[in-house]
């Protein structure tokens, strides 16, 4: 089975910082992207950031020049460096992968998975 387990989450005043890890365990597959979305209470659950096999990040025009997500593949985690919060970021965040293996010169995708979620609080 694969895992997804998002840590970092808590209370934070306006203007501040967090970091949020996404550990994946039990993966036997070669690449992998990642998300992190966010779900606040009685919204849609919406992307937030987006890391390709390659490197290659996206963001929610929300959160574009105070987040940043990256990767470290050697220990397989994925980051969300959220800076300069507001009230407005306050959600459950949730990890999410999607899984391929490769076959010749092609990239096949497998499966996806979510993580647990984390919740994240920012205060006025």
């Known amino acids: 089975h694969v895992q997804l387990v998002e840590s970092g989450g808590g209370l934070v005043q306006s203007g501040g910082s967090l970091r949020l890890s996404c550990v994946t365990s039990?993966?036997?597959?070669?690449?992998?992207?990642m998300d992190w979305y966010r779900q606040a209470p009685g919204k849609e659950r919406e992307l937030v950031a987006h890391?390709?096999?390659?490197?290659?990040?996206n963001y929610a025009d929300a959160v574009k020049g105070r987040f940043t997500m990256s990767r470290d593949n050697a220990k397989n985690t994925a980051y969300l460096q959220m800076n300069d919060l507001k009230p407005e970021d306050t959600a459950v965040y949730y990890c999410?992968?999607?899984?391929?293996?490769?076959?010749?010169?092609?990239?096949?995708?497998?499966?996806?998975?979510w993580g647990q979620g984390t919740q994240v609080t920012i205060s006025s």
């Open positions: 999410h992968a999607d899984f391929y293996t490769n076959y010749a010169d092609r990239v096949v995708w497998i499966q996806d998975a």
């Open positions: 039990g993966s036997i597959y070669s690449d992998n992207a």
């Open positions: 890391i390709s096999i390659s490197g290659t990040t």
